[in-house]
């Protein structure tokens, strides 16, 4: 069964560092998302990506985060200068356009100190 | 804009007994709703939808869930509990648009007595 691949599982990085967390979604689909789920709590939805542009993004997504999809099979969530609070996991995920079939990577714990 | 309300943050059952986790939604056009399990630092795995055909939606590993419009409800069951069905249980909604997100509810952690 096609997966969407997220790398790293795990990151740590220092406050004020900037994280690139990596992913490969499904081939054949065409909408891709970025949530996080800060320990013990639920998933939030951070951004949407169609058609090589953002087409909804939440008030967590601010100035510091970006996305990207710089090729035909990765797309990536970029956090410029990260603080204490952006110590979460971050899961990936995409469907196609008919059968709203999400899949979701299995997850990059990011943790900042 | 969408919301999920699970009723319960921690439901407890016994080995064989029925679960029955509760999701309420709100939304001002018609719905898709799903369930998601999350094992211990694992990912989100689809346990079933709902995307306006049948209104009982049967899943994998047993579950099943049906869509009550009346009472806005999307409640997700279980006959007969086993062990390894303690996880996190999410509720989560979506409606047709560019952006198609999903919303999630809080979840419900479900614990499995022997």
């Known amino acids: 069964e096609p997966e969407v691949t997220q790398t790293p599982s795990h990151q740590v990085t220092q406050m004020g560092q900037e994280v690139i967390l990596r992913c490969v979604p499904i081939?054949?689909?065409?909408?891709f998302y970025w949530y996080r789920q800060i320990l013990g709590q639920k998933v939030e939805f951070l951004v949407s990506?169609?058609?090589?542009?953002?087409?909804?993004k939440s008030e967590i997504f601010d100035d510091q985060f970006s996305v990207e999809r710089p090729d035909g099979s990765n797309f990536t969530l970029k956090i410029r200068s990260t603080k204490l609070e952006d110590s979460a996991m971050y899961f990936c995920a995409s469907t196609d356009s008919q059968s709203y079939g999400y899949t979701f990577g299995s997850g990059t714990r990011l943790t900042v100190v | 804009a969408q919301s999920v309300t699970q009723l319960g943050s921690h439901v407890s059952v016994s080995e064989g007994a029925l679960v029955l986790l509760r999701c309420n939604y709100s939304?001002?056009?018609?719905?898709?709703l799903f369930w998601y399990v999350q094992y211990p630092n694992q990912g989100l795995q689809l346990l079933l939808k709902?995307?306006?055909?049948?209104?009982l939606v049967k899943g994998i590993n047993g579950f099943e869930a049906e869509f009550k419009k009346s009472e806005t409800s999307f409640h997700l069951t279980k006959p007969s509990a086993h062990m390894s069905d303690a996880a996190e249980y999410f509720c989560a909604v979506s409606v047709m648009g560019s952006a198609r997100q999903l919303t999630f509810g809080s979840g419900t952690q479900l614990t499995v007595l022997p």
């Open positions: 081939s054949n689909h065409l909408y």
């Open positions: 709902y995307t306006s055909a049948a209104t």
């Open positions: 939304s001002s056009v018609p719905p898709y």
């Open positions: 990506f169609y058609n090589n542009e953002i087409s909804e």
